[in-house]
């Protein structure tokens, strides 16, 4: 483990931004995720790490309610955000989802202009009065995504003709446009090489500053790179949760030991 | 021999070929079939497409050739006075040469009988045998008797060459096998040429259909000044001559008609397609939609009798007579509002699958920055899925011009140009049936004008057509 750069964790914060009580998720008769508690706080990356098909994904899409397009799919416990219950009825989704922004795992701008794209949520949600506010929000997403170099020239041209890192870069931006408080990624450097995906996760340490962000990834040197609390899952379960630098040198669980040293997965 | 029996022969001949090619292929490899350089089987395609495919085109070619070859050599038997009567005469000529062939076998005559056949009593007898003859002239009869020796002359070459192609062929292929030998690429070119002379039945009919409505058009133009047609303002044929043929009556009521179609079936086929392919669960999805493509099922003419005796009715009593509209029930409104009913599975069947291909991923991502269901279908869907839609719109207007039942029964015969709705008014379709159906002459315009209006309205589909595969090529979106 020796390769592993690890970032540096000032964990000063300990308050807890999503905190989440045996959750249960069932889609169908499956049962997909099982008894998972986890506190996930503020200004920090949390890393989901884990087998495919362990439930880190699922759990990631209860966070902003993604899973209710799903038909059949069951969520039970609780979970809430600054202490508001995700799941109560008065929640409504649709404001939920402006708050906990998500970025997917494959780019999936819209077919509509770089500008347009990133517009996209301020527009829906009206977080502005008039054009010249517009622009100053796109333009500081799209610097924040450290796209704006590229893409300034050509705001009107579509987003799908951006290179797949540029396009991740695009719709990390389109999800910093609203302001969220989190930011949910689900494996979002799968899709690139090995040089975009440095700059996304350069690009997640910053956004450390304002967010809390949650990212799931296959990669484990990823994890160790960018966050600071690591969880893992196993087989619909929260194995261990803790500290990464504590998860990828000293893990007390076996089983993370066998993960994280090639052994399960 | 007959036709059928020679090519049942050359198919037995065939089948013969795949066993034995494929058993001489194993034989030359010694029984081994990995030393061969195709499969057995491939050998025997080989021997049995060599054996049947010349033979059998030899024959389709000869039996084009054949009845013109004899009636250039009978023509000059004939006499008539215009290209029209040699027809007809060369018609009666193949009559009774065919009628002289069913005497011969019912009555037992020799050859010799039916060379020394008169004239005199012959029409009788050869009604019959069934031939619809009302007389025979001597002339015809020696035409005839001609015709009939030419063809049993021509049959015996025939079956004697198509015989010795499939033969030979056969015992070409046969020598050739050896393991060495590629034959699977053969069945595969086979293959290849089968799948393009498919593709070229639709091509080369559409082209035999632009060509024959093109020749017939110029025909018309000929006897009627191309100025009147394009430019009059009246639909006006009289049986007599001096008809006036303007095409813009019968344009405006296909493109009103048309209009109003697709006003009602746009945004009812579009809503029901979002409806179906976003809102509904899987489980009404599932009865939904064969539901509505339940009408896309049921013929036209029984649109045109709901026309007829529902719709046209009500529109007249509630609408067109308290609003001073007009008092018939056959009107522009009513055939509109049918075949928009008529054309809404079109629309939102296309549309629902153009929907539908449109990738989940961006969905989620308008989900995950917190749109609504409306604003994703409107923001993201929709424009995504535009250039489909437009297409599938297209696809509805070409047809809406092309419907000729629902106009006939619901919108009246009468050429009219006027914008009252509730006024009768005809299309293109259906003047194109009732001049080609009408009592006149053939060879007159008032006959004729139906190819040069079928022209117009297959040049109208086509750009429409054309227009739509240009939106959606231009304007398609890249998901990815």
Same mark, same amino acid.
């Given at each position: 483990?020796?390769?592993?750069?690890?970032?540096?964790?000032?964990?000063?914060?300990?308050?807890?931004?999503?905190?989440?009580?045996?959750?249960?998720?069932?889609?169908?008769?499956?049962?997909?995720?099982?008894?998972?508690?986890?506190?996930?706080?503020?200004?920090?990356?949390?890393?989901?790490?884990?087998?495919?098909?362990?439930?880190?994904?699922?759990?990631?899409?209860?966070?902003?309610?993604?899973?209710?397009?799903?038909?059949?799919?069951?969520?039970?416990?609780?979970?809430?955000?600054?202490?508001?219950?995700?799941?109560?009825?008065?929640?409504?989704?649709?404001?939920?989802? /402006?708050?906990?922004?998500?970025?997917?795992?494959?780019?999936?701008?819209?077919?509509?202009?770089?500008?347009?794209?990133?517009?996209?949520?301020?527009?829906?949600?009206?977080?502005? @009065?008039?054009?010249?506010?517009?622009?100053?929000?796109?333009?500081?997403?799209?610097?924040?995504?450290?796209?704006?170099?590229?893409?300034?020239?050509?705001?009107?041209?579509?987003?799908?003709?951006?290179?797949?890192?540029?396009?991740?870069?695009?719709?990390?931006?389109?999800?910093?446009?609203?302001?969220?408080?989190?930011?949910?990624?689900?494996?979002?450097?799968?899709?690139?090489?090995?040089?975009?995906?440095?700059?996304?996760?350069?690009?997640?340490? =910053?956004?450390?500053?304002?967010?809390?962000?949650?990212?799931?990834?296959?990669?484990?040197?990823?994890?160790?790179?960018?966050?600071?609390?690591?969880?893992?899952?196993?087989?619909?379960?929260?194995?261990?949760?803790?500290?990464?630098?504590?998860?990828?040198?000293?893990?007390?669980? #076996?089983?993370?030991?066998?993960?994280?040293?090639?052994?399960?997965? | 021999?007959?036709?059928?029996?020679?090519?049942?022969?050359?198919?037995?001949?065939?089948?013969?070929?795949?066993?034995?090619?494929?058993?001489?292929?194993?034989?030359?490899?010694?029984?081994?079939? %990995? %030393?061969?350089?195709?499969?057995?089987?491939?050998?025997?395609?080989?021997?049995?497409?060599?054996?049947?495919?010349?033979?059998?085109?030899?024959?389709?070619?000869?039996?084009?050739?054949?009845?013109?070859?004899?009636?250039?050599?009978?023509?000059?038997? +004939?006499?008539?006075?215009?290209?029209?009567? %040699?027809?007809?005469?060369?018609?009666?000529?193949?009559?009774?040469?065919?009628?002289?062939?069913?005497?011969?076998?019912?009555?037992?005559?020799?050859?010799?009988?039916?060379?020394?056949?008169? *004239?005199?009593?012959?029409?009788?007898?050869?009604?019959?045998?069934? !031939?619809?003859?009302?007389?025979?002239?001597?002339?015809?009869?020696?035409?005839?008797?001609?015709? %009939?020796? &030419?063809?049993?002359?021509?049959?015996?070459?025939?079956?004697?060459?198509?015989?010795?192609? $499939? $033969?030979?062929?056969?015992?070409?292929?046969?020598?050739?096998? @050896?393991?060495?030998? @590629?034959?699977?690429?053969?069945?595969?070119?086979?293959?290849?040429?089968?799948?393009? $002379?498919?593709?070229?039945?639709?091509?080369?009919? !559409?082209?035999?259909?632009? +060509? *024959?409505?093109?020749?017939?058009?110029?025909?018309?133009?000929?006897?009627?000044?191309?100025?009147?047609?394009?430019?009059?303002?009246?639909?006006? #044929?009289?049986?007599?001559?001096?008809?006036?043929?303007?095409?813009? #009556?019968?344009?405006?009521?296909?493109?009103?008609?048309?209009?109003?179609?697709?006003?009602?079936?746009?945004?009812?086929?579009?809503?029901?397609?979002?409806?179906?392919?976003?809102?509904?669960?899987?489980?009404?999805?599932?009865?939904?939609?064969?539901?509505?493509?339940? +009408?896309?099922?049921? #013929?036209?003419?029984?649109?045109?009798?709901? /026309?007829?005796?529902?719709?046209?009715?009500?529109?007249?009593?509630?609408?067109?007579?308290?609003?001073? +509209?007009?008092?018939?029930?056959?009107?522009?409104?009513?055939?509109?509002?049918?075949?928009?009913?008529?054309?809404?599975?079109?629309? *939102? *069947?296309?549309?629902?699958?153009?929907?539908?291909?449109?990738?989940?991923?961006?969905?989620?991502?308008?989900?995950?920055?917190? /749109?609504?269901?409306?604003?994703?279908?409107?923001?993201?869907?929709?424009?995504?899925?535009?250039?489909?839609?437009?297409?599938?719109?297209?696809?509805?207007?070409?047809?809406?011009?092309?419907?000729? &039942?629902?106009?006939?029964?619901?919108?009246?015969?009468?050429?009219?140009?006027?914008?009252?709705?509730?006024?009768?008014?005809?299309?293109?379709?259906?003047?194109?049936?009732?001049?080609?159906?009408?009592?006149?002459?053939?060879?007159?315009?008032?006959?004729?004008?139906?190819?040069?209006?079928?022209?117009?309205?297959?040049?109208?589909?086509?750009?429409?057509?054309?227009?739509?595969?240009?939106?959606? @090529?231009?304007?398609?979106?890249?998901? =990815?």
């Amino acid at each position: 483990m020796d390769d592993i750069r690890f970032a540096e964790r000032d964990l000063c914060v300990t308050e807890a931004k999503i905190a989440a009580r045996d959750v249960q998720v069932h889609y169908g008769t499956n049962h997909a995720l099982k008894d998972v508690n986890v506190d996930i706080l503020e200004q920090t990356v949390t890393a989901f790490i884990g087998p495919s098909g362990c439930g880190k994904s699922t759990f990631l899409r209860c966070l902003n309610r993604m899973n209710d397009t799903i038909p059949g799919c069951r969520i039970e416990g609780r979970l809430t955000l600054d202490g508001q219950d995700i799941y109560d009825p008065r929640v409504d989704p649709v404001q939920l989802r /402006a708050k906990v922004g998500m970025v997917f795992q494959k780019p999936n701008p819209f077919p509509k202009s770089i500008y347009d794209n990133v517009a996209y949520g301020p527009r829906i949600h009206g977080l502005t @009065r008039n054009k010249a506010e517009l622009d100053e929000i796109v333009e500081k997403s799209l610097r924040r995504a450290a796209l704006w170099e590229e893409a300034k020239d050509r705001l009107a041209s579509p987003g799908t003709g951006l290179s797949g890192g540029q396009q991740q870069r695009l719709c990390i931006a389109r999800a910093i446009a609203t302001s969220p408080e989190v930011l949910l990624m689900d494996e979002p450097c799968s899709a690139l090489d090995p040089i975009a995906t440095a700059q996304i996760e350069e690009l997640i340490d =910053e956004l450390r500053a304002q967010f809390s962000v949650v990212i799931v990834t296959h990669s484990m040197q990823q994890a160790a790179r960018v966050s600071q609390r690591t969880a893992f899952f196993h087989l619909g379960r929260l194995v261990e949760y803790g500290e990464t630098g504590q998860i990828f040198t000293n893990p007390h669980d #076996p089983r993370t030991e066998s993960y994280i040293s090639g052994r399960i997965g | 021999m007959s036709i059928g029996i020679l090519v049942l022969a050359v198919l037995i001949l065939a089948a013969a070929g795949f066993v034995l090619g494929r058993q001489r292929a194993l034989a030359t490899a010694g029984g081994d079939p %990995r %030393r061969l350089h195709s499969l057995p089987g491939h050998y025997g395609q080989f021997t049995a497409i060599l054996a049947a495919v010349p033979a059998l085109v030899l024959l389709a070619i000869w039996l084009l050739a054949q009845p013109l070859a004899i009636e250039s050599r009978i023509a000059p038997m +004939l006499t008539a006075d215009s290209p029209a009567d %040699r027809s007809l005469a060369m018609a009666d000529v193949r009559r009774i040469s065919i009628g002289l062939d069913l005497l011969a076998v019912s009555d037992r005559l020799s050859e010799d009988a039916v060379a020394s056949l008169s *004239s005199e009593t012959l029409a009788p007898r050869l009604r019959q045998v069934g !031939t619809a003859v009302t007389q025979v002239t001597p002339e015809a009869l020696s035409a005839a008797k001609a015709h %009939r020796t &030419m063809r049993h002359t021509l049959q015996i070459w025939m079956t004697a060459a198509v015989g010795l192609t $499939a $033969a030979t062929c056969f015992v070409f292929a046969l020598l050739r096998i @050896r393991p060495d030998f @590629r034959a699977r690429n053969v069945s595969e070119r086979f293959v290849m040429w089968l799948l393009i $002379a498919a593709s070229l039945v639709a091509v080369a009919t !559409t082209a035999g259909i632009v +060509l *024959s409505l093109v020749s017939e058009t110029l025909h018309f133009f000929r006897i009627y000044p191309a100025r009147e047609f394009f430019l009059s303002l009246t639909w006006n #044929p009289q049986f007599r001559g001096g008809s006036d043929l303007g095409i813009w #009556p019968l344009l405006w009521g296909t493109v009103y008609i048309s209009i109003i179609a697709l006003i009602v079936a746009v945004p009812i086929g579009l809503l029901t397609a979002v409806y179906l392919s976003e809102y509904a669960s899987r489980r009404t999805r599932g009865w939904a939609k064969p539901a509505i493509e339940i +009408l896309a099922g049921i #013929p036209t003419i029984v649109y045109g009798l709901f /026309a007829l005796i529902t719709v046209g009715p009500a529109l007249r009593d509630w609408f067109a007579q308290p609003l001073g +509209l007009g008092a018939s029930s056959s009107s522009v409104m009513t055939a509109g509002l049918v075949m928009g009913i008529m054309l809404i599975p079109f629309v *939102s *069947s296309l549309s629902d699958d153009i929907i539908n291909a449109v990738p989940q991923s961006l969905r989620d991502g308008s989900y995950g920055l917190g /749109a609504t269901q409306s604003e994703t279908v409107k923001l993201v869907i929709l424009p995504a899925a535009l250039p489909g839609i437009v297409g599938a719109v297209l696809l509805a207007a070409s047809r809406a011009i092309g419907e000729t &039942m629902i106009v006939v029964l619901g919108a009246g015969a009468a050429a009219k140009l006027s914008l009252n709705p509730f006024e009768a008014m005809t299309t293109v379709t259906v003047k194109i049936v009732s001049q080609l159906t009408g009592d006149t002459e053939f060879a007159s315009p008032e006959t004729l004008v139906a190819f040069a209006l079928g022209l117009t309205l297959f040049v109208m589909t086509l750009v429409l057509n054309v227009l739509a595969l240009y939106i959606v @090529r231009k304007y398609r979106e890249q998901y =990815e």
